[in-house]
């Protein structure tokens, strides 16, 4: 069972970080096309389409693979369930993306954009076509068949980073909204596209699509789904406050071209760099949902335990490298991947960055935390958790904005996700108890960073430019030599992982002792 969790984990973590660079290597040249406002003008329009599309299906993935997992350990058909949420939650996507179309003018008003109004309606559809895709993914991830969400997710960031690149690149002739509409029918049509593979696959593994008569697998997924839901809304909640607030209040001083460019290097420059590792951390929480889910089930408390362990060295294991990179060489990374940022706006995304370095740890720790108190049965104390920080968030940044500018939002955001991991953290072990190797592996890792921070600022001292490249690979090198020097992984563990015989091999040098469990 562990070495089905982790090899679902790696491959649905290894696509989800190919979609992520391939979402990077879109935003960096889309940066280029758009300019800062531009960007800024395409994050205001995705954190609505994004709150639509958590109300309709955000907690659905999560929902179909708890209820198939649960239902399968009972030996009971599962066919009434992915029907049932097919029709349920792909007429309430049809719902969300004609509101979406109808409320597109007043929104973009709103935003102090009323241009931008062509951009919800390009992207409308996406709701509809991405609810129905969140059933099928969830459904196969209940039957630990991570490779459908895998390979569409892929797919997606493929096709989005094609087309939406190429439309916005002729569109932006027209005008700055036509580009930036330009690269909203890619994710349109990147979501119709993968959909379609979805069902052909689904075709091939003889799913039937039918008009199910009972009603109880619709309640038992709605049971399981609304407190998932409601937990899910409240970051995008916190997103489109963000796209309503920081415009709005910074054009008092700024302007709101400036105060647009600003929210733009806040939200599309920074946080994909932010979200990169964090979507590893979301990836192995959809992976052992599942698992957890038949634990509960079976009450293995050791087996919840242990798994839960490894999720957490794994977030932490995977943050630390990226929060030190981007606060000890955030300025390379800056300018490496957005050259066509001005002097000034690369200088004010350096600072963004490394002030939101810490969300890198904090936010993977929290979604890791998050996950496993939902498969825990525990998801009303997550979403009240998260709620509160949020809150913490919104207070701070209408209070700094007029005083410290977009920086104040940054500031905002790490004080609110640092509370929210060490209150969630807090609670889990409250409820399963105190890892008796987690504060050691933890701390090793805290040495692995320390040193592997220390490399990077003797190799800036001889390197610039580009080669920080080199310092990045480098210093990464060090970091996991030292995981392993420290003996962080057990043997078993690293049986699990992807190209195992290259890590055993690499255990076999550092440890004497290969049957060592840490």
Same mark, same amino acid.
């Given at each position: 069972?562990?070495?089905?969790?982790?090899?679902?984990?790696?491959?649905?973590?290894?696509?989800?970080?190919?979609?992520?660079?391939?979402?990077?290597?879109?935003?960096?040249?889309?940066?280029?096309?758009?300019?800062?406002?531009?960007?800024?003008?395409?994050?205001?329009?995705?954190?609505?389409?994004?709150?639509?599309?958590?109300?309709?299906?955000?907690?659905?993935?999560?929902?179909?693979?708890?209820?198939?997992?649960?239902?399968?350990?009972?030996?009971?058909?599962?066919?009434?369930?992915?029907?049932?949420?097919?029709?349920?939650?792909?007429?309430?996507?049809?719902?969300?993306?004609?509101?979406?179309?109808?409320?597109?003018?007043?929104?973009?008003?709103?935003?102090?954009?009323?241009?931008?109004?062509?951009?919800?309606?390009?992207?409308?559809?996406?709701?509809? /076509?991405?609810?129905?895709?969140?059933?099928?993914?969830?459904?196969?991830?209940?039957?630990?068949?991570?490779?459908?969400?895998?390979? *569409?997710?892929?797919?997606?960031?493929?096709?989005?980073?094609?087309?939406?690149?190429? /439309?916005?690149?002729?569109?932006?002739?027209?005008?700055?909204?036509?580009?930036?509409?330009?690269?909203?029918?890619?994710?349109?049509? *990147?979501?119709?596209?993968? /959909?379609?593979?979805?069902?052909?696959?689904?075709?091939?593994?003889?799913?039937?699509?039918?008009? !199910?008569?009972?009603?109880? !697998?619709?309640?038992?997924?709605?049971?399981?789904?609304?407190?998932?839901?409601?937990? @899910?809304?409240?970051?995008?909640?916190?997103?489109?406050?963000?796209?309503?607030?920081?415009?709005?209040?910074?054009?008092?001083?700024?302007?709101?071209?400036?105060?647009?460019?600003?929210?733009?290097?806040? *939200?599309?420059?920074?946080?994909?760099?932010?979200?990169?590792?964090?979507?590893?951390?979301?990836?192995?929480?959809?992976?052992?949902? !599942?698992?957890?889910?038949? @634990?509960?089930?079976?009450?293995?408390?050791?087996?919840?335990?242990?798994?839960?362990?490894?999720?957490?060295?794994?977030?932490?294991?995977?943050?630390?490298?990226?929060?030190?990179?981007?606060?000890?060489?955030?300025?390379?990374?800056?300018?490496?991947?957005?050259?066509?940022?001005?002097?000034?706006?690369?200088?004010?995304?350096?600072?963004?960055?490394?002030?939101?370095?810490?969300?890198?740890?904090?936010?993977?720790?929290?979604?890791?935390?998050?996950?496993?108190?939902?498969?825990? @049965?525990?998801?009303?104390?997550?979403?009240?958790?998260?709620?509160?920080?949020?809150?913490?968030? /919104?207070?701070?940044?209408?209070?700094?904005?007029?005083?410290?500018?977009?920086?104040?939002?940054?500031?905002?955001?790490?004080?609110?996700?640092?509370?929210?991991?060490?209150?969630?953290?807090?609670?889990?072990?409250?409820?399963?108890?105190?890892?008796?190797?987690? !504060?050691?592996?933890? *701390?090793?890792?805290?040495?692995? @960073?320390?040193?592997?921070?220390?490399?990077?600022?003797?190799?800036?001292?001889?390197?610039?430019?580009?080669?920080?490249?080199?310092?990045?690979?480098?210093?990464?090198?060090?970091?996991?030599?030292?995981?392993?020097?420290?003996?962080?992984?057990?043997?078993?563990?690293?049986?699990?992982?992807?190209?195992?015989?290259?890590?055993?091999?690499?255990?076999?040098?550092?440890?004497?002792?290969?049957?060592?469990?840490?």
């Amino acid at each position: 069972m562990k070495k089905n969790f982790i090899k679902g984990f790696s491959l649905l973590a290894v696509s989800i970080v190919l979609a992520k660079i391939l979402g990077a290597l879109y935003r960096i040249p889309l940066t280029n096309i758009l300019g800062a406002e531009g960007m800024g003008l395409y994050q205001l329009v995705f954190p609505v389409y994004a709150l639509l599309l958590t109300f309709c299906s955000g907690g659905i993935p999560q929902a179909m693979s708890i209820l198939v997992s649960a239902k399968r350990a009972r030996g009971e058909d599962t066919a009434k369930v992915l029907n049932s949420a097919l029709w349920v939650i792909g007429g309430l996507g049809a719902v969300f993306s004609l509101l979406l179309i109808v409320l597109s003018k007043p929104i973009a008003t709103l935003q102090s954009n009323p241009d931008s109004f062509k951009g919800y309606i390009v992207i409308a559809p996406s709701i509809f /076509l991405s609810a129905v895709m969140a059933v099928l993914r969830g459904y196969f991830m209940g039957y630990n068949n991570m490779a459908p969400s895998a390979v *569409s997710q892929v797919m997606e960031a493929a096709i989005k980073l094609g087309l939406g690149l190429t /439309l916005a690149y002729f569109l932006r002739s027209v005008s700055i909204f036509a580009s930036v509409a330009g690269a909203l029918i890619g994710v349109t049509a *990147s979501e119709a596209v993968t /959909l379609i593979a979805m069902l052909i696959y689904g075709a091939k593994k003889n799913i039937r699509i039918f008009i !199910p008569k009972e009603k109880e !697998p619709v309640k038992e997924l709605v049971a399981i789904a609304l407190p998932l839901t409601v937990g @899910g809304t409240i970051l995008p909640l916190s997103q489109f406050a963000d796209s309503l607030l920081i415009v709005n209040i910074l054009k008092f001083n700024y302007g709101v071209t400036l105060s647009t460019i600003n929210y733009g290097l806040f *939200s599309g420059t920074v946080a994909p760099l932010i979200n990169l590792p964090v979507m590893l951390a979301i990836s192995l929480g959809l992976a052992v949902m !599942p698992t957890i889910s038949e @634990g509960v089930e079976g009450r293995n408390l050791y087996g919840i335990k242990e798994k839960s362990e490894m999720c957490v060295k794994l977030a932490i294991m995977t943050g630390v490298p990226f929060a030190l990179v981007y606060v000890l060489a955030g300025d390379a990374v800056i300018r490496i991947l957005y050259p066509a940022l001005s002097s000034a706006q690369s200088a004010t995304a350096v600072l963004i960055l490394q002030i939101e370095a810490l969300n890198v740890i904090t936010l993977s720790m929290s979604q890791i935390f998050s996950s496993l108190l939902q498969a825990l @049965g525990k998801a009303a104390a997550s979403v009240k958790l998260l709620a509160l920080s949020v809150g913490l968030k /919104l207070i701070l940044t209408v209070v700094l904005l007029p005083f410290t500018g977009i920086l104040g939002a940054a500031v905002a955001s790490a004080a609110a996700f640092l509370m929210y991991a060490v209150l969630t953290g807090l609670y889990l072990r409250k409820m399963i108890g105190v890892s008796k190797s987690l !504060p050691k592996n933890s *701390s090793l890792i805290a040495v692995s @960073g320390v040193i592997m921070a220390v490399s990077i600022f003797l190799f800036r001292l001889f390197l610039s430019g580009f080669a920080v490249i080199i310092t990045a690979f480098a210093a990464g090198a060090i970091y996991l030599f030292s995981l392993f020097a420290m003996g962080v992984f057990t043997r078993k563990e690293l049986e699990c992982l992807p190209f195992s015989k290259l890590w055993l091999r690499l255990d076999k040098l550092f440890r004497r002792d290969k049957n060592a469990v840490i």
